[in-house]
C-alpha cells in the first residue's frame, strides 16, 4: 500500500508544490534473487548502515522471495503454502532499518517477486502520480512463478517507470528467445501505467528495468572452438573469473549481444560490470561457484532515457555484494545521481504548432494477411507538450510496409506549451499502428526525437528507430518547423 503522505499528491503538484524542489536526486538500486529463504538478520549487507545510507531513493526488486522464519518441523524438509513468510517481511525488514527518515510509496508482490521504493522524507512531497501494475509471463504465459512487477511516479516535471522481472532460466538460444519474449509481454502487459496507454519505453522520461533476467553467456561469442562438455565450459570461464578478465565474460554475455545488435532492451543503458558473475555460487560468503551451472550474469539493471534527457542520469557505482551468504544468487546494486528536469519559467504566451512536411516509414512489420499492413502516425509525448483531447493522427496508407505521407496527409500539431524554449525541453513521440476494420489497432511501433533544434519557421529534418516491445522494428524520418498558429 501506498503511505498516506504521498497519497495526496497528484497532478495539482504541477502548479501548486514547486517550492524546495531540487535540482537532482540520488538512488539506490538493489535486485537480488532471495532464493526462497530468509535474508541476512544484519540488513545492512544489502542496505549498508543507517549512517551509510545517503540516498534520495531507495528501489528494491527481488526474486523467490517466499520463505519461513520458523525452523522446520522434524522430518519436513521444506516449509510450503500457509508455512512460508508472507512477501512483505524483507521491506518491513527494510523499512525498519531505514526509519521515519522513509517514506514507503511503493510495496507490491507477483508471486514470489517484490518490488519496493522507499523515498527519503524531504523528496516525498515533491512525488506525485503513483501507480502500479503486474504482468505474469510463467506457465502458460499467465503462471507468476515468472514475470514482472512495474511502478510509475513523477518529480518535478520528470516521469519515471520502474519495472522488477524474472524472466525464463536456463541456457541455450530457445530459453534465450523465451526471455526475449517474456520482455515483450512485460511491456504489453504494463501499458496501463501510461496516461495514454503506451508502453513505459514510450510515455515516461526514464525507464530502470531490474532484476534477476536469466541471462547466460555463450561462449561461441568469444571463442572459434567452443569447448563441448559442460564441465569444460565451466573450467573455462571459472578461470576467466579468477584472471578477473571481466572485459571476456562480458563479451560472452548474450543479453549484451542482443541488445546491440536491437533484438530486446532496446535503448537501455547498462553499466560496466567489472565484476565477477552473480550466479550460481554456493550459499557462503566467500565467492564460489555451484559447477551444476556455468556461471552467468544474471542480475541485472539496465536503465532508458528520452533523447531530450539522455545525460540526466549517471551511474556513480555498480556492485556485486558477494558476502551476502543466503541465496545462490549474489545480490546486485547501483547508485545514480539523476538530474531532475524542471521546465524554463517563461513569461512569453506564443500560439505554437508543428507543422509537418512530410513523413515515411520503412522496414515496418507486417500485420495483416498478405504481408502488409496498413500504417497511420499518432503524435504523442511524456511532456506536457500537446494540446488536444483527442488523438492526432495522420492519414492511414493501405496495404505498405514503406508507408509516405506528404503535408496534406499529417494534421497541424497544436502545442501546448506557449514558449519556444519550452517546446526545445520537449520531447515528440511518433506512434505507429496498423488499421484494422473488426479489431483494435496493431502497435507497430515507436520512435521519439529532442525538440532541442527547433526555431521559428526552421525546418529541422530527422530520422529515427522505430522500436516495439524492445526490439528495432523500423524506421522513421521526416521534416517539419514550429510555426506560430493563427
Not at 507468476?144 to 519515471?160: H, L, M, P, Y
Amino acid at each position: 500500500m501506498f503511505s498516506k503522505k504521498v497519497k495526496r499528491f497528484s497532478s495539482e503538484y504541477a502548479t501548486t508544490k514547486r517550492d524546495g524542489l531540487p535540482d537532482s536526486f540520488t538512488a539506490m538500486i538493489l535486485t537480488w534473487n532471495v532464493g526462497n529463504a530468509p535474508p541476512p538478520e544484519d540488513m545492512t549487507e544489502l542496505l549498508g548502515t543507517k549512517e551509510e545510507i545517503n540516498t534520495d531513493i531507495i528501489v528494491i526488486g527481488l526474486q523467490e522471495c517466499s520463505y519461513s522464519l520458523e525452523t522446520p518441523k522434524e522430518g519436513k524438509k521444506k516449509m510450503k503454502g500457509a508455512d512460508k513468510q508472507h512477501k512483505s517481511d524483507f521491506l518491513q525488514r527494510a523499512h525498519k532499518l531505514l526509519g521515519e527518515e522513509y517514506e514507503s510509496i511503493v510495496s507490491v508482490n507477483l508471486g514470489e517477486m517484490v518490488l519496493g521504493v522507499f523515498v527519503a522524507q524531504h523528496l516525498a512531497e515533491h512525488v506525485y502520480h503513483v501507480s502500479t501494475q503486474k504482468e505474469a509471463t510463467g506457465i502458460l504465459r499467465v503462471v507468476a512463478n515468472k514475470g514482472g512487477i512495474g511502478c510509475r511516479f513523477c518529480i518535478g516535471d520528470t516521469t519515471f517507470g520502474v519495472i522488477s522481472s524474472h524472466l525464463n532460466a536456463h541456457a541455450g538460444e530457445e530459453r534465450k528467445l523465451i526471455r526475449h519474449q517474456d520482455t515483450r509481454e512485460i511491456l504489453k502487459g504494463t501499458k496501463t501505467l501510461s496516461d495514454s496507454n503506451l508502453e513505459i519505453t514510450t510515455s515516461f522520461h526514464h525507464v530502470f528495468w531490474l532484476g534477476d533476467l536469466n541471462y547466460r553467456l555463450n561462449l561461441a561469442q568469444v571463442v572459434d572452438a567452443v569447448p563441448e562438455t559442460h564441465e569444460e565450459k565451466f573450467k573455462l570461464v571459472s578461470q576467466w573469473v579468477e584472471e578477473e578478465n571481466w572485459e571476456k565474460l562480458y563479451e560472452a554475455d548474450e543479453l549484451r549481444a542482443d541488445m546491440e545488435k536491437g533484438k530486446v532492451f532496446f535503448g537501455f543503458k547498462e553499466g560496466a560490470m567489472s565484476f565477477h558473475p552473480t550466479f550460481k555460487v554456493v550459499r557462503e560468503k566467500e565467492l564460489k561457484f555451484l559447477e551444476q551451472r556455468v556461471p552467468a550474469y544474471c542480475d541485472r539493471i539496465l536503465w532508458k532515457s528520452m533523447p531530450n534527457v539522455s545525460d540526466d542520469i549517471v551511474q556513480d557505482k555498480l556492485e556485486p555484494l558477494t558476502r551476502v551468504a543466503t541465496s545462490d544468487h549474489k545480490p546486485v546494486r547501483g547508485f545514480f545521481t539523476v538530474k531532475i528536469k524542471k521546465n524554463t519559467p517563461t513569461s512569453e504566451k506564443l500560439k505554437l504548432s508543428l507543422k509537418f512536411l512530410q513523413l515515411e516509414c520503412s522496414g515496418l512489420d507486417a500485420k495483416d494477411i498478405g504481408g502488409t499492413s496498413d500504417p497511420y502516425v499518432m503524435f504523442a509525448s511524456p511532456d506536457t507538450l500537446i494540446k488536444s483531447k483527442k488523438a492526432i493522427k495522420t492519414t492511414v496508407k493501405p496495404t505498405t510496409l514503406s508507408p509516405q505521407w506528404n503535408e496534406a496527409d499529417i494534421p497541424i500539431v497544436p502545442l501546448q506549451v506557449t514558449s519556444i524554449a519550452n517546446v526545445q525541453e520537449s520531447v515528440l513521440s511518433f506512434v505507429i499502428y496498423d488499421k484494422d476494420i473488426t479489431s483494435s489497432d496493431d502497435l507497430l511501433g515507436a520512435a521519439e526525437i529532442s525538440l532541442s533544434e527547433v526555431g521559428l519557421d526552421k525546418t529541422i529534418e530527422f530520422t529515427a528507430p522505430v522500436h516495439r516491445h524492445g526490439k528495432i522494428s523500423g524506421e522513421i524520418k521526416g521534416s517539419f518547423l514550429l510555426t506560430l498558429s493563427m
